[in-house]
């Protein structure tokens, strides 16, 4: 990345002094931890993003990280013509970062849905002004493509986070069901291995 804008939501560590420390974070924000808006967040973000006029806008959230395969690649993904977004499949690592889920709706997840987070700036990008799930891009125009280089999410890697989650996303959206954030019924976790770098 030439330049990295962070929003820092309450961190109790020294998230902020470390990322000052890069060269390439030209923005670090302050942000309320009280305050829950992804719709809001990631506007916001996308704002300080596009402030620096970029070619490309990757958008990630902390507590995901990509595969290993995505320093060879990311510069052949943003240098083509054909695509103007690029679409990730995620796992979600659970209770530890060793095994990801594959059960129900995880399963489901993990093969059939994908996330947007690499795209070209163009003026009508925007995310849904929505509390919950907001985290893929409008306004994109042009093809997309899905990378073959994962996301590993540790947002359940931990059993008290997931429980947090799970009674967050209950107060947010009441009416939402979101058992499975803390239900193991069925439970089918798959070992991880890091895919071998391309010959």
């Known amino acids: 990345m030439d330049e ?14 470390v990322c000052r420390s890069f060269p390439e974070v ?17 506007n916001m973000v996308l704002g300080l993003a596009k ?26 993904m943003m240098a083509q013509d054909e695509y103007a977004v690029w679409d990730f499949h995620m796992l979600r690592f ?4 060793t095994h990801f889920r594959m059960d129900g709706p995880w399963g489901h997840e993990t093969l ?18 929505q509390r919950l799930h907001g985290a893929h891009i409008l306004g994109a125009l042009g093809k997309a493509a899905v990378s073959d280089v994962r996301i590993k999410h540790y947002g359940y890697a931990r059993p008290d986070r997931a429980r947090e989650k799970h009674q967050l996303y ?3 959206d009441p009416q939402g069901d979101y058992r ?3 239900d193991e019924t069925g439970l089918v976790l798959v070992e ?8």
């Open 51 to 76: 402030g620096t006029q970029p070619d490309w806008i990757l958008m990630m959230d902390i507590d995901g990280v990509f595969q290993d395969g995505i320093v060879s690649r990311i510069g052949d």
């Open 170 to 172: 209950r107060r947010v």
């Open 112 to 129: 059939n849905h994908v996330h947007p987070r690499l795209f070209r700036d163009q003026p009508g990008l925007r995310y849904p002004f």
């Open 26 to 42: 030209s923005t670090v924000l302050p942000w309320p931890e009280s305050f829950f808006d992804e719709g809001l967040d990631r």
């Open 4 to 17: 990295i804008v962070v929003a820092d939501d309450g961190s109790t560590d020294r998230a902020e002094e």
């Open 94 to 97: 659970w209770h530890g970062k």
């Open 192 to 199: 991880y291995c890091e895919p071998a770098a391309p010959a």
């Open 180 to 182: 499975h954030l803390v």
